[in-house]
Structures are given as C-alpha cells and as structure tokens.
C-alpha cells in the first residue's frame, strides 16, 4: 500500500478508529502490531514471514548478549548478528548483483558460464528494518540500551508501518521506550501530525511527481534527443523530485505516527541550503548519515587515528553508503564522490583555507555539485550518465521551455530559495504564527493542489527500491 493511495486511506481510517476505541495500551500496541503486518504483507504476504524471522533472531541475540557477562561470548552474539542480518540483506539485495558480476568477470578471464537464473525478489524495506534492529543488538551490545523488552514490543517497533518500508531509520533508543509507556496522542499532535501528511502527500503528488518528473523522466530516458537547456533542467528537476519524493514520505511518517502519539526524529533539513558537503550529510536523509556515521565511521577509527585514517574512513563510510542504496554500481560510485568530496573539504579545512566566497555563494555551489552527483544515481547506466554530461554542454541549438518545463524552473528556483530561508528554521514556528485561518487556508490549498495533481495511478516512493 501506498501512502498517496485510496487503499492506504482506508486502512489507515479503520486502523485509527480501532485505535482510538481499544480499551488499554496492551490492545492498542498489538493492534497496531497486527495491522503493521497486514500492511506489509500487502506487498508480498510470504515476506512476512522473513520480516517475523528476522525479528525473533535479533530479539534473541540481544536477550543472550544483555544477560552474558562472557566478553568472547558477547562478541560471538553480535557477530551471529551481524551475519545474520547482513547476510539476508546481502542475499536478497545483493545476490543477483554478484552472480552477474562473476559471470562478467568469468567472461573476462575467458571462461563461458552460464548460471541458472536465481529469481530472486526484493522484500521492500529490507534495508531499512535490517538497519533498525541491528543498531539494536549493537545497542545492547555496548550497554546503551537495555535488552529485556518484550518481543510483542520490540516486533512492534521493527514493524510499525510508518517507517517500515522506507524510514526514516528510527532507533530502539527511541522509539521501544515510547511502545513500552502508555500513551495517548494529544489534540495538538494529532492535529500537526494530519498536517504533516498533508505537506508530505503534497510534497510527493505535486511537487514530485506532477511538476518535476515529467521534465526529469524524458530526458534521463532519451537524453540524446535534448539540448544542454533542457537536460540542464531535467537535472536540476530530478535533483528537486527525489528531494520532495523522499522528504515527503518521511513527513507521512513523521506524521502518522505522531497522529498514534509517537515522535518519529526529522529526516530532513533543509539539505539543499548547505554550505557544506557535510552539512549536507546533517542534513540529507539524516536517520541514515547518522546511522553510517555512529555504526561504520567511528567503529572504523572516525578521526581519532589521524588525518589518513580519518579520510580513508569518510570514503568507505560513503561507499557503503552508496552500495546501502542498491545493487549497482553507479550507486557506489555515487557513494564513492560523495567520499571523496568530503575527503577533499577536510583536508581543505585542515589546511585553514580561506573562505573565498560569500555563503550564498557556497550554498549554490553545494547545490550544483550535489544535483550533478544525482546523474550516476538516476542514470542507471555509465553510458546515459555520459549522455547527460554530453546534454549539459551541448549548446548549439536554441530552446524554448514550454509551459510545464517553466514551471519547473521556476519551481526549481523557489525551492532552492525557501531552502535558504527555511535553513535555520522550522515549519512548526512558522505554522504557529499565521493564525487559524491561515492555517485552514494552507491546508485548504494542499488538499485542493493533491485534488487537481492527483491521477488513477498512485506513483511508488523513489526510495521504495532501496
């Protein structure tokens, strides 16, 4: 089920009533429980089974690791962790990836290989629940967080639909205690929590997909057909569609959950007013930077080590990032610059050079280096991202942008400039200020924007296949 589906709606509506007419907390916890898997089993009902698997291994591991005192056998249990779920990622993501790399490699060396065809289908969200309960046993394994939850509980926190099949990554630290307490979602949270679906549906039916992906899908589809304006825009349009795509799913989630009494962390900030690539990284998809950050980069040395260790760290953090997003190896290779680049500004800033422009100027500057590293992400392929870089230089024709194409630009433009203005600031201040009315009549405005964008087709999130 989709969020800017009809079918979600519905579930959604008998959900919440249910919800709200439960009698106790336990009711509630395991209703919620329950409609978290029929949520997922909307997808493919025998995944349910993996996600259960997968739940009750990790619940385990962390009951053993809490209760040894052994240092070897602790270190034994985690690392059964660490298989355990990177492997099922590693099979289910990245099986078909290495077999046909092998193969490629097989040819290579002269040797004819042809496997049977594996088949093998991506459970949806694997990445982002295999995340969320290996920190736990990690957690639990460093002593920063207790490991005797109940398993109805910690289910519930690996599964709760908000942000089970696309984040943000919400840690056990935060949210188990909260499944753990008896709550009750106030007038004030349920009503800012609808809010925020409403700005996150908007963000993803208009903003997304209505105004920026016509332009962005042409372009990176046949990207020899167009001229350097054109092809200009559809970057800067795809760079600003999987923005609004992903950062609205995240307000969905943010939102629904709020609407439970739950406090999901902000996944975004603002990214593309940056005046930094890792200001970016603090800013961009920040359940996941903070997760590579805290998990890999630290554990491998962090910038405790000195100055090569640190930056040999930053790039394979981002490297795997990168390969965190799907098996291919464009995403590595956008992993890859983006640790790179941030290799480049800590040597820079360890040499104490200067600040040469002003800090609209490095904000723009991040903006346009971020969105040309979006190419190898949405390009698929060496030989479109190629074209694009051919597209965004090849000048010898003259445009014109038609209706849609202007809106885009301009829309391109207006979101670059409430980024630098929203930069230090949150929504929430800002809704507080304007008054009843001024209320009503935004979200007035974001149902009837949802009403006139909205289709027979429901477009999936971009990060659903990751």
């Known amino acids: 089920m989709l969020f800017n ?17 439960s009698p106790t907390w ?44 052994n240092p070897k056998a602790r270190r034994a249990l985690l690392l059964v962790s660490l298989v355990s779920n990177l492997g099922l990622l590693g099979y289910f993501k990245y099986g078909s ?33 295999t995340f969320a309960s290996l920190s736990y046993t990690i957690d639990v394994y460093r002593k920063e967080i207790r490991s005797d939850w109940k ?13 089970l099949v696309a984040g943000p990554i919400v840690r056990a630290s935060l949210l188990l205690p909260q499944i753990e307490n008896p709550r009750s979602p106030t007038k004030a949270q349920v009503g800012w929590g609808f809010m925020l ?9 208009v ?36 923005f609004y795509d992903f950062s609205g799913y995240s307000l969905c989630a943010i939102g629904l959950a709020m609407s439970f009494g739950f406090q999901f962390p902000d996944n975004f900030r603002y990214p593309y007013a940056a005046q930094s690539l890792s200001d970016f990284w603090r800013r961009w998809h920040i359940s996941l930077s903070s997760w590579l950050r805290d998990y890999l980069y630290i554990p491998m040395g962090g910038n405790r ?21 799907g098996a291919s190896w464009m995403f590595v290779l956008w992993g890859g610059l983006h640790g790179l680049y941030l290799a480049v500004e800590r040597v820079l800033r360890d040499i104490s050079m200067p600040k040469l422009v002003s800090v609209q100027g490095r904000s723009a500057l991040i903006f346009l280096l971020v969105t040309l590293t979006w190419i190898p992400f949405r390009a698929g392929t060496p030989g479109r991202a190629f074209s694009i870089l051919r597209g965004l230089v ?39 200020k304007i008054g009843n009315v001024g209320r009503v009549g935004i979200g007035a405005s974001l149902l009837i924007g949802m009403f006139l964008c909205s289709g027979e087709n429901s477009n999936a999130f971009i990060y659903f296949q990751f």
């Open 394 to 432: 090849n000048g010898s024709e003259i445009e014109s942008l038609d209706g849609p194409k202007l809106i885009a630009a301009i829309a391109v433009l207006l979101t670059v400039r409430w980024h630098f203005y929203m930069r230090d600031r949150r929504i929430e201040e800002i809704f507080l």
């Open 97 to 129: 990836f290495l077999l046909e790399n092998f193969v490629a490699w097989c040819a290579l060396a002269g040797i004819n290989y042809h496997p049977p065809a594996i088949g093998i289908i991506l459970p949806i969200g694997i990445s982002f629940y």
């Open 305 to 325: 080590h000195g100055q090569l260790r640190t930056y040999v760290a930053l790039f394979l953090t981002m490297l795997l990032g990168g390969l965190w997003h």
């Open 26 to 69: 336990r009711v509630k916890k395991y209703l919620l429980l329950v409609a978290s898997y029929l949520f997922y089993a909307a997808w493919n009902p025998p995944y349910i089974f993996l996600l259960l698997i997968s739940t009750l291994v990790d619940w385990r591991l962390a009951r053993l690791i809490g209760k040894s005192v």
């Open 151 to 163: 398993f109805s509980d910690y289910a519930l926190f690996v599964s709760f639909f908000p942000h």
């Open 5 to 21: 589906s009809f079918s979600f709606l519905i579930f959604f509506a008998i959900v919440y009533a249910f919800f709200w007419v």
């Open 197 to 205: 679906v409403c700005f996150g549906l908007f963000s993803k039916v």
């Open 207 to 242: 903003m997304a997909d209505a105004i920026f992906t016509p332009v962005a899908e042409g372009v990176f589809a046949h990207p020899e057909r167009y001229a350097m304006i054109e092809t200009w825009l559809a970057v800067f349009s795809f760079s600003c569609q999987i």
